[in-house]
Structure formats: structure tokens, C-alpha cells
T-cell receptor, first 114, second 118 residues
Framework: QKEVEQNSGPLSVPEGAIASLNCTYS??????FFWYRQYSGKSPELIMF????GDKEDGRFTAQLNKASQYVSLLIRDSQPSDSATYLC??????????????FGKGTKLSVIP | DTGVSQNPRHKITKRGQNVTFRCDPI?????LYWYRQTLGQGPEFLTY????????KSRLLSDRFSAERPKGSFSTLEIQRTEQGDSAMYLC????????????????FGEGSWLTVV
């Protein structure tokens, strides 16, 4: 059973601070890692993906991957109240018979306080 | 904007009735996925298609659930004899799969179809 673990939160940060969201995964063979943002009552929206160890930056967002530790994180710089949402970590891994599957964590709820 | 389109967006049905959801993927995408999400949980994989072929089904997908993608374009998800436990958001997603290159299978979600079984 492939597992993706996230702290459910809520994580509260003041406006302008850095929000740090963490995710661990069980399948060492996982290849790609995704962060989605989900506002209440809405569907997940892709923020970014990463597949190489290290950091990947996109605007205010930085994804960090450490395959040896089976750990992926998302940093949000200069947090804004509009960033308040649930952040879903998703991991792409081999599910057998030539098929790859995306497994999601339960998400971390972020609250940015004005 | 030609994103993933789902309908109906909301459906309330009585227990025991059948319901069908439709999904129109992003036009150039060859893969189409169905997920289910309940409150406080991440999306759970149900099934996916590559073109018209259904390549994988989750063990979560009981025999009351059936999905089709007859011409490799839109897809339908039918739930027969609905139960209260089927109440959830049903998410359709699509991707353009061009091989096992890393990141080559980024999945984009539609707005979801909410099902309430009363």
C-alpha cells in the first residue's frame, strides 16, 4: 500500500511570512511529485511538480525533493491571505502492468492571517 | 478556456437510484482519470483510460460503478443502486501522456461533480 503522509494542520502563518508544507511518501520507486492547491468546495489546482532532487522555484513557490529521505516540501514565500487553502501532495509511482498512478495525501490546511 | 469539463456539477439522488456523470477532457489529452474525494481526504483513484481503453481500475471501484470512454474523447461514470456512502465529489482529470518521462504525465482536474445520496 503506497502511502503519502501530510500533517493535516491547520498551519497558521502571518501575512508576508514563509509557509512550509511537508510530505513524506512510502514508495521508494516514486518518480514524480506534485503539489496541488484546493480551495474549499473546489477541485485541486496544480501548483507545480518536481522529479529531481533539490529545489525547483516558480514565483513565490519552491518545491524541494529529497529522494533519499522520501521527503518533499513546498515553501510559499510572502504568504498572502489568498494562499489560504488545503495543499495536496501527490506522488506518481509504478502501480504494475506498465501503469503509473498518482497517490494523494490527505492535504494540509493553510491559513494565512492578515 | 478548454479545460476539463464535468456535468452535472451537483446531483442529489435517492438511495437506490442510478446516476451518471460526464467528463469532457482537455482536447489533446489521451488519458482520462476518475477520482473520488470525501471531506477531509485527498482524491482517491478510481480508474483511468488511455484513449478508449480502460487500463486500470481501483479495488475501490465496486461492480456498481462503471466507466466508459467509447470514442476516446468524453467519458461517463455511472453508479448503479446508489448508497449513502457514495456521497462524495467525483473528479475527472486528464493528461497528455507521451511516455514515462518524468513529469510527462501532469494531471489536470475538472471542477468536480458533487453527489449527495439521501
Amino acid at each position: 500500500q503506497k502511502e503519502v503522509e501530510q500533517n493535516s494542520g491547520p498551519l497558521s502563518v502571518p501575512e508576508g511570512a514563509i509557509a512550509s508544507l511537508n510530505c513524506t511518501y512510502s514508495d521508494r520507486g516514486s518518480q514524480s511529485f506534485f503539489w496541488y492547491r484546493q480551495y474549499s468546495g473546489k477541485s485541486p489546482e496544480l501548483i507545480m511538480f518536481i522529479y529531481s532532487n533539490g529545489d525547483k522555484e516558480d514565483g513565490r513557490f519552491t518545491a524541494q525533493l529529497n529522494k533519499a529521505s522520501q521527503y518533499v516540501s513546498l515553501l510559499i514565500r510572502d504568504s498572502q491571505p489568498s494562499d489560504s487553502a488545503t495543499y495536496l501532495c501527490a506522488v506518481m509511482g509504478y502501480s504494475g502492468a506498465g501503469s503509473y498512478q498518482l497517490t494523494f495525501g490527505k492535504g494540509t490546511k493553510l491559513s494565512v492571517i492578515p | 478556456d478548454t479545460g476539463v469539463s464535468q456535468n452535472p456539477r451537483h446531483k442529489i439522488t435517492k438511495r437506490g437510484q442510478n446516476v451518471t456523470f460526464r467528463c469532457d477532457p482537455i482536447s489533446e489529452h489521451n488519458r482520462l482519470y476518475w477520482y473520488r474525494q470525501t471531506l477531509g481526504q485527498g482524491p482517491e483513484f478510481l480508474t483511468y483510460f488511455q484513449n478508449e481503453a480502460q487500463l486500470e481500475k481501483s479495488r475501490l471501484l465496486s461492480d456498481r460503478f462503471s466507466a466508459e470512454r467509447p470514442k476516446g474523447s468524453f467519458s461517463t461514470l455511472e453508479i448503479q443502486r446508489t448508497e449513502q456512502g457514495d456521497s462524495a465529489m467525483y473528479l475527472c482529470a486528464s493528461s497528455h501522456f507521451f511516455g514515462q518521462s518524468f513529469g510527462g504525465n501532469t494531471i489536470y482536474f475538472g471542477e468536480g461533480s458533487w453527489l449527495t445520496v439521501v
